[in-house]
Structure formats: C-alpha cells, structure tokens
C-alpha cells in the first residue's frame, strides 16, 4: 500500500485537468492566421505549393477541410502573411466554417465554428457512444483518436466512449477518405446504429479526400446521402481538436 501511495504522488497527475484550456506546444500548427495587408496581388506562392489545393489565392482563404497542415504555405510565402498559430479548437458544425479568411482571430474562427443544438445537448450530453470507421484512412488520425482515450486525455470521463459494435453506439466517426473498398461497409455500420444518430468526419481525408481528392478509388457517394453534424479538421487530427470538438457539440460547458 505505502509503495503504491507513493509511487502515485511521485507521478503525479498523468491526465490533463483541464482540456477546456490545456496549453499545447507552440510547435503544434492549429489555426492559420491570415495578415491581408501583407499580401501582395503579384504573389501566389502559396497556392503554388498547396500539395491539397486548400488556398484560394484571390481572396486569400484556406479551407481546414482541405489543409494537411504541412506549413509549406508559411514558408514560402516572403511577405509572412500566413502564420499557423497553436490554436487547436478547430472543429465546427458547418462545412462553410472551415474557411479561414484574412484577418480572422482564433476568437472569430471559434466564435463561429459550432452551434449546439438544444436535441443534441439533451441525447448525447451526458453520454456519446461512437463507432469509429477507417475508410481507407493512413492509420495517422486512427493513433489520435486512439490517444483520446489514453490516461493523459481521458474522454471517457466526459462520457464519450468508441464501441466495438455499431449497434452499441450514437453515430459513427470516420477517417480516411472514404475508399470504394469500404463504402459498402460504412453503409452497414450506419444502418446497423440505432436511430438517432450523427455523423462525424475526423481528418481532411474524411472531410475533402485530402491528397486523395481526385482518386478515382474513392467512392464518397454516403456524404451525399447523409447530413454530416460535425468537421474535425487535421492531418492527423489533434486529440485536443477532437474532444473539444465533441464537448462543444453536445452543448458541455
């Protein structure tokens, strides 16, 4: 017993207290922040090297839904208009708001970023049960969402739990951009989960297809038939990103 006690207090505490406002390394490229006055009209640099094509040039927006956070964009641009801070709560109920435009702060992006809807505070609140699907996915965004459940983020304190089977679960969480080898399986893992259920596409490869986009082994005909509740933005995902993400959806305060 003595040995345990102590072996505890020498750890200390290995889970974050506080996601809601965790400090993250500045190393970390979270929200792209867009300086217009420094961009030249002359100038495309950054969309030159886009390897996901997510930089509209003309009005100087980057699509989050796209972006693979490479930073290539902020190193080649010489006038230093675009600069990725450390800001992680990226997530948002809108497709639209994955747009980043010039001179918007981290408080603008979050300001807009996810409605909380009063059906979805009252069913999922208290406990969210999602199946995870890899559609083609790298494995990278697979580690992540893995890592949620770790010690160290613990979102299983929050209620919010991956099930083994869909018939367990409140909604499916996607990676990968969405295979023609897995789209018969992703339909079965919807209609197996009981209704009412949501949809979550975690990565820019579930959002967009990422550097896969114009693959002609993707079939992303389910997006098309089914409403998508919430974007978690990243490549990978960022623990953070996605458990805030999900707090702020069902409404936690």
Known sequence: MLNTLRMKFFHGKQYIPNVRKAAIDGRHRGLPILF?????SSCSECAKCCPANAINREKLEIDLGK??????????????????????????TDRDSLIVKGNMSEADYYKQAITAKEKSKALFGKSL???????????GCEFELNACSNPNFDMGRFGIDVVASPRH???????????????????????CIPAPKIIILAGACAISGG?????????????EKHPIDLYIPGCPVHPLTVINGILDFVGHK
């Open 169 to 191: 679960a409140d909604g499916l969480l996607i990676t990968g951009p969405l295979t023609e080898n897995m789209a018969a399986a992703l339909d079965d893992a919807y209609e």
């Open 67 to 92: 972006c693979i956070f490479c930073g290539d964009c902020e190193r080649a641009c010489k006038q230093q208009a675009i600069k990725f801070s450390a800001f992680y709560k990226l997530s948002t």
């Open 36 to 40: 217009q006055e420094k961009c030249t």
């Open 211 to 223: 550097l896969f986009q114009n693959s002609d082994a993707l079939n992303r005909s389910f997006l």
């Open 129 to 139: 049960k999602l199946r995870q699907v890899s559609s083609g996915g790298c494995n």
